[in-house]
């Protein structure tokens, strides 16, 4: 589904859980707090959040999907063949403060993201505007490392949990 950037302005209520974690509830029952997991990041976006839990930070850079930390979940916390190959899902939003929409050439965002989720769509008046295609997202947060004002906001999608 292409889609019109959203400009939210939520603040990110729940952390985003490593790639693969259960349900929010499961997952708070299931992990140890071992750090496993935050050890086998060798992108370094896990880490210890709230309460030890593992949460992650896509300001270090972004997910290969590598599957390493669910591999190191003794608690099965994270277990990748739960989701059929999706990670997680996760909501990414672009802010109003975005360069390209204030009429400042900019387009980092989109440069990073192999997949094409966000591309940038000419207006009248010769500026571009960031698109979101929500679908073809995977959630991988290199776009939001790049952004030279922090305008990429990604969020879990469901309230309960990153994963359905």
Same mark, same amino acid.
């Given at each position: 589904m292409r889609g $019109? *950037?959203?400009l939210s302005s939520h603040k990110n209520a729940m952390p985003i859980r490593p790639p693969w974690a259960l349900k929010e509830s499961l997952f708070l /029952?299931? +992990?140890? %707090?071992? =750090?496993d997991c935050v050890s086998a990041c060798t992108q370094g976006i896990i880490? %210890?959040?709230?309460?030890g839990f593992p949460e992650? =930070? &896509?300001?270090?850079? /972004?997910?290969? &999907? +590598?599957?390493? +930390?669910a591999t190191a979940c003794k608690t099965n916390a994270l277990t990748a063949s739960d989701l059929n190959g999706l990670a997680w899902k996760l909501d990414v939003s672009i802010q109003s403060s975005c360069? =390209?929409?204030?009429?400042v050439v900019c387009r980092a965002c989109g440069d990073s993201c192999d997949v094409q989720a966000i591309y940038f769509k000419l207006k009248v008046g010769g500026v571009s /505007?960031?698109?979101i295609a929500q679908d073809n997202c995977t959630g991988c947060g290199a776009c939001l490392a790049v952004c030279p004002?922090?305008? *990429? $906001?990604?969020?879990?999608k469901f309230a309960e949990s990153n994963t359905s």
């Open positions: $019109k *950037v959203s /029952e299931s +992990c140890s %707090r071992c =750090s880490m %210890r959040g709230a309460g992650i =930070s &896509f300001k270090q850079g /972004e997910c290969t &999907f +590598c599957n390493d +930390c360069l =390209s929409l204030n009429a /505007e960031p698109q004002v922090d305008a *990429v $906001k990604i969020n879990p």
